[in-house]
């Protein structure tokens, strides 16, 4: 995958995918891919009712390697929860509600995007 | 639908516990967990179950599977579980209707390819599901001749995962193989091949008829072993209850192959004298499998060079030969296995093995023979009926060709048998050497002439009480032989003969 040039683009294009469907629901975008040392966080968003969301994106444009959901092991979910208390540390949001998602983006041959969306992975 | 539910058995020895098998299918990170003990055959069984439905063209859940087998407590082994998981997680998948599932009971490992391939145990389990209602089984091709015993279950062989699904949705069924006809077995071994030893034949026929255990002692060579295998030759076939009773536990064992499914040839099992307490009595910690005592059931068990026996290993045999079942408790779990064989030990006489007719050639010191033969304990000889001296047969036996058929003998065994089980009829026992000693004092002693002798014998301590009731039964079996009512002096004596070494008659 790494030696793919497209696939940083594909990773580009899916997360860019979910925050459009996610703000046509009415949510809003805190941030988008917060780096630090130990990782990195693909999207922040805040439900109507202030729940703070991370999200992990991952884009593939076939099954052929598995489900995408599927490369997400336990401890890459672990991971993510440790960034997640991270971001809400370095912006003075620790004790407000939040939870982890995880989205399976599919990229048809026909351009078309298929979403697995799935709430409250951890 | 994102649960499913079946049942299915968990073997604990021959009796089966049912098991609850619950699937949730959920939404989260694809995972799966399996809930409830498993062992390591049944933890594998992820891997199996996931290959299997993907090459059966069914699509694996990419959601979390939790399947939990109930009651949680209890240790669950082997890979019988493989196909109701499979099915039950098709169903909380919605690829197969909740309804599907109680149309059988399922029993199978599942390949990757996804071939059904043949488990241990279905004889019991299939009991064990039939006694809780069960009237239609799904199992493995290769099982189904085992399965087909139980005449009052419909059984359905398949040899894929997929036929099976196809039968669940649209009732489409494999053809059964056809059940093959026991072919009558041919005796490897026939008494007739013994020449000689025409008192110790004798010996083996009173034993065959009243069950009662034996110890054979004598110079290599002399024929020991030769008798021994021909021993099970004379027993009577098992009757058919009685041979699905064996197969049930040779199922377990997985030693199946090796017999035919509904054979009524007594087992014959030999362990080696190297073997290991655990190997003769059963044992296993997740699961408990049947040791060579219960192997023998309604068979024989017989051991070479007894003295060569680590201490400690043949007197695990006590108790088996004294309750007729063996109790084998785990930290987790306990298990019962019947065991009631005959038990036949043969020993040399000293080290060097040349102790024997006028000692010629012997070379150990008097010292190194009494303890050779020390090492056969006292409570375990006790329970040793009948103490046979086998020689080599003379020059003129070894040239006279005149030895009586196995089937003949059987025969005579038969007949006192049938005398025996006459007498106990309203009794829960069937042969002498199970006669409870309360009733040996009472219902089923021997004469006054016999009873004398006895008498006389306790008096000076030259048995023990044990020794009583065990001559006791003996001469019983003796005058089954013979055709007496009712054991006399005569019957008495010859049972103490036999019980202390000395040839018979």
């Known amino acids: 995958m790494a030696k793919n040039p497209n696939a940083a683009k594909l990773g580009e294009v899916g997360e860019e995918f979910v925050a459009n469907s996610l703000t046509t629901r009415g949510m809003r975008v805190l941030d988008r891919n917060w780096r630090i040392k130990e990782g990195e966080i693909d999207l922040v968003v805040a439900d109507r009712e202030g729940t703070i969301i991370f999200i992990e994106v991952k884009t593939r444009s076939s099954i052929s390697h598995g489900d995408p959901l599927e490369s997400i092991s336990n401890e890459k979910a672990f991971r993510i929860q440790r960034l997640a208390l991270a971001w809400l540390a370095t912006h003075q949001r620790l004790g407000s509600r939040y939870r982890i998602d995880v989205a399976g983006i599919l990229v048809a041959r026909s351009g078309e995007f298929l979403m697995d969306y799935r709430e409250g992975v951890l | ?505």
Request: hydrophobic share 40%.
């Open chain 2, 1 to 505: 639908m994102t649960l499913a539910r079946t049942t299915s058995i968990n073997l604990l020895g021959l009796k089966g516990e049912p098991i609850e098998i619950e699937v949730d299918v959920s939404n989260g990170l694809p995972a799966y967990s399996l809930l409830g003990l498993p062992d390591a055959t049944l933890s594998e069984s992820r891997d199996r179950i996931r290959a299997a439905i993907l090459n059966s063209g069914r699509n694996w859940p990419n959601r979390k599977v939790t399947v939990s087998l109930s009651p949680a407590w209890l240790p669950k082994s082997g890979s019988a579980f493989d196909l109701p998981i499979a099915l039950s997680i098709l169903t909380a998948s919605g690829q197969l209707k909740e309804s599907d599932l109680s149309k059988a009971f399922f029993l199978g490992e599942l390949s990757l390819e996804g071939n059904l391939r043949p488990v241990r145990g279905v004889l019991p389990t299939l009991i064990a599901a039939r006694d809780r209602g069960v009237t239609r089984v799904i199992v493995p091709r290769e099982n189904f001749q085992e399965a087909g015993l139980l005449k009052d279950l419909e059984v359905l062989a398949f040899s894929k995962l997929s036929q099976v699904i196809s039968f669940l949705e649209s009732g489409v069924r494999a053809e059964n193989p056809t059940l093959i006809d026991i072919p009558k077995e041919v005796a490897k071994h026939d008494m007739s091949e013994v020449a000689g030893h025409v008192e110790n034949k004798v010996a083996l026929e009173i034993a065959a008829a009243g069950g009662h255990n034996l110890l054979m002692i004598g110079a290599p060579g002399s024929g020991k072993t030769m008798l021994a295998e021909r021993f099970s030759t004379i027993l009577p076939p098992l009757d058919e209850e009685e041979a699905i009773e064996v197969s049930g536990i040779h199922s377990i064992a997985g030693t199946l192959k090796d017999r035919n499914v509904l054979s009524t040839e007594p087992p014959f099992i030999a362990p080696h004298h190297s073997t290991t307490i655990p190997a003769l009595v059963g044992g296993g910690s997740n699961s408990i499998k049947p040791g060579a005592c219960s192997l023998a059931h309604r068979g024989v068990l017989f051991i070479d060079e007894a003295p060569e026996c680590d201490s400690g290993i043949l007197d695990a045999l006590r108790q088996p030969m004294e309750s007729g079942s063996i109790t084998i408790s785990r930290s987790a779990l306990t298990a019962s296995f019947p065991a009631r064989f005959i038990l036949l030990l043969a020993a040399n006489p000293c080290p060097c093995g040349r102790f024997a007719g006028r000692g010629r050639g012997c070379q150990c010191t008097s010292l190194q023979v009494r303890r050779y033969l020390a090492k056969l304990s006292g409570p375990l000889l006790d329970r040793v009926d009948i103490r046979l001296r086998v020689e080599s047969p003379t020059r003129v036996e070894l040239s006279t060709s005149s030895a009586e058929r196995s089937e003949t003998i059987r025969i005579r065994v038969m007949k006192a048998r049938a005398i025996a089980a006459e007498r106990f009829a309203q009794e829960t026992f069937k042969l002498n050497s199970q006669i409870p000693p309360s009733l040996l004092r009472e219902r089923f002693r021997p004469n006054k002439d016999g009873m004398a002798l006895l008498h006389a014998l306790l008096d000076k301590e030259e048995l023990s009480a044990r020794g009583f009731h065990r001559t006791i039964r003996l001469s019983w079996s003796i005058a089954d032989m013979s055709g007496v009512n009712t054991p006399g002096k005569n019957e008495v004596e010859r049972a103490l003969l036999l019980r202390s070494g000395a040839p018979c008659e």
